[in-house]
């Protein structure tokens, strides 16, 4: 596989960032510290590259009804200027990947997929697309993604949007999207993220990516923002328990199992792709009394749990960690993990086999962590 670069690969290596591969991209692991950079999000602002995630466009008189037809979630109920997070699914139910949809006219949605999964999403809606008065079009390979989260993230983005456009910014709400001035260019804004944290998303063109992420370093480095790489990225939505697709999410599984049996909309009017395995799943009792469920486990002990490490209840397996390691906000180990249902109720000692040994591990609601408001 031919390795991809985004468009602010420069701006990282000059940075000192140390680099892996995340879906064919090189990707910043982190810069100087992934704890310095995780705790900056928390307590003032981080700078991500998210430039290697997708971006579909879709447009046309039947793009509502589309989306209706090709994600889990009922799209054309959402009101222009406003996100759903939603699920892209096959005929199985089972989790292609996992997306947000940004309405942006009554006729255009943008649809960001995950970046290891954006060209299989691609061309899923293009062939689902065949009998829909729609175009689709895939610019992610023109488009550059950069987020400021934390709680000095509207601040600090409001020294780069002129004094007449501040409404727009501090008045827009979560899961909402509206379009900004910045460095003269007009700039899709989302005050979406995958930290837990306040926080903004900004669509550039590749061609201004490198300004504005100077811009945007050069105005906040006096409020506490740093940069901010792909470990520091997956230790704050771990602790925000949000899902991560191949871990938490994959074509094996299901939305009921994941918890995410509100985004699917089985009572919208049309069919769907996956509607009626998804129906059957639901009354079956998938992720409630029958099979196994997401849950999250917090650590009694020092030691953290890992990936694919066994979950067990009096020495028997009844599970599998899918992400695990140490917090660095609340200073003791946390994972997420399928449980047999019968094990999955919060106060449920549990332990996870680290490499021979039981360590004590307990069942807790998610999120492990929710910021202040």
């Given at each position: 596989?031919?390795?991809?670069?985004?468009?602010?690969?420069?701006?990282?290596?000059?940075?000192?960032?140390?680099?892996?591969?995340?879906?064919?991209?090189?990707?910043?692991?982190?810069?100087?510290?992934?704890?310095?950079?995780?705790?900056?999000?928390?307590?003032?602002?981080?700078?991500?590259?998210?430039?290697?995630?997708?971006?579909?466009?879709?447009?046309?008189?039947?793009?509502?009804?589309?989306?209706?037809?090709?994600?889990?979630?009922?799209?054309?109920?959402?009101?222009?200027?406003?996100?759903?997070?939603?699920?892209?699914?096959?005929?199985?139910?089972?989790?292609?990947?996992?997306?947000?949809?940004?309405?942006?006219?009554?006729?255009?949605?943008?649809?960001?997929?995950?970046?290891?999964?954006?060209?299989?999403?691609?061309?899923?809606?293009?062939?689902?697309?065949?009998?829909?008065?729609?175009?689709?079009?895939?610019?992610?390979?023109?488009?550059?993604?950069?987020?400021?989260?934390?709680?000095?993230?509207?601040?600090?983005?409001?020294?780069?949007?002129?004094?007449?456009?501040?409404?727009?910014?501090?008045?827009?709400?979560?899961?909402?999207?509206?379009?900004?001035?910045?460095?003269?260019?007009?700039?899709?804004?989302?005050?979406?993220?995958?930290?837990?944290?306040?926080?903004?998303?900004?669509?550039?063109?590749?061609?201004?990516?490198?300004?504005?992420?100077?811009?945007?370093?050069e105005t906040g480095t006096g409020q506490g923002l740093i940069p901010a790489g792909l470990a520091s990225r997956d230790s704050l939505r771990l602790e925000a328990g949000m899902p991560l697709y191949g871990n938490e999410l994959s074509r094996e599984g299901n939305p009921y199992?994941?918890?995410?049996g509100p985004v699917v909309s089985l009572a919208k009017e049309s069919d769907f792709i996956g509607k009626t395995a998804l129906a059957e799943l639901k009354a079956a009792g998938a992720g409630s009394t029958t099979g196994r469920k997401l849950v999250g486990l917090k650590g009694?002990?020092?030691?953290?749990?890992?990936?694919?490490?066994?979950?067990?209840?009096?020495?028997?397996?009844?599970?599998?960690?899918?992400?695990?390691?140490?917090?660095?906000?609340?200073?003791?180990?946390?994972?997420?993990?399928?449980?047999?249902?019968?094990?999955?109720?919060?106060?449920?000692?549990?332990?996870?086999?680290?490499?021979?040994?039981?360590?004590?591990?307990?069942?807790?609601?998610?999120?492990?962590?929710?910021?202040?408001?």
């Amino acid at each position: 596989m031919t390795e991809k670069y985004t468009a602010l690969y420069d701006q990282h290596k000059l940075a000192g960032a140390s680099f892996t591969d995340f879906g064919g991209w090189q990707m910043p692991l982190k810069y100087s510290s992934e704890l310095a950079e995780h705790h900056a999000v928390r307590k003032a602002a981080g700078l991500f590259d998210l430039s290697h995630m997708g971006e579909v466009w879709v447009t046309g008189p039947d793009a509502a009804a589309f989306l209706d037809y090709a994600l889990a979630g009922k799209l054309s109920a959402v009101a222009v200027g406003k996100a759903k997070y939603s699920l892209i699914c096959q005929e199985d139910g089972g989790i292609i990947d996992d997306l947000i949809s940004y309405r942006r006219g009554e006729e255009k949605y943008l649809v960001v997929p995950n970046a290891g999964n954006a060209p299989v999403v691609a061309a899923e809606l293009l062939e689902r697309a065949a009998n829909f008065d729609v175009t689709i079009d895939d610019v992610s390979a023109q488009t550059s993604l950069i987020a400021v989260q934390g709680p000095k993230a509207e601040e600090i983005l409001l020294t780069l949007v002129p004094a007449e456009q501040h409404s727009l910014v501090t008045e827009l709400k979560y899961y909402a999207a509206v379009e900004v001035e910045i460095q003269g260019k007009q700039l899709l804004l989302a005050r979406t993220g995958y930290t837990g944290e306040d926080g903004f998303e900004i669509y550039v063109p590749n061609e201004d990516a490198a300004a504005l992420w100077e811009a945007l370093l050069e105005t906040g480095t006096g409020q506490g923002l740093i940069p901010a790489g792909l470990a520091s990225r997956d230790s704050l939505r771990l602790e925000a328990g949000m899902p991560l697709y191949g871990n938490e999410l994959s074509r094996e599984g299901n939305p009921y199992a994941a918890g995410l049996g509100p985004v699917v909309s089985l009572a919208k009017e049309s069919d769907f792709i996956g509607k009626t395995a998804l129906a059957e799943l639901k009354a079956a009792g998938a992720g409630s009394t029958t099979g196994r469920k997401l849950v999250g486990l917090k650590g009694l002990g020092r030691r953290a749990g890992r990936s694919h490490y066994p979950v067990l209840k009096d020495g028997n397996v009844v599970g599998e960690v899918t992400s695990g390691q140490p917090s660095p906000t609340l200073g003791y180990p946390i994972a997420m993990a399928y449980v047999d249902v019968e094990h999955a109720e919060p106060g449920t000692a549990l332990d996870i086999d680290l490499r021979g040994k039981a360590e004590p591990f307990e069942v807790v609601a998610l999120p492990f962590y929710k910021r202040e408001k």
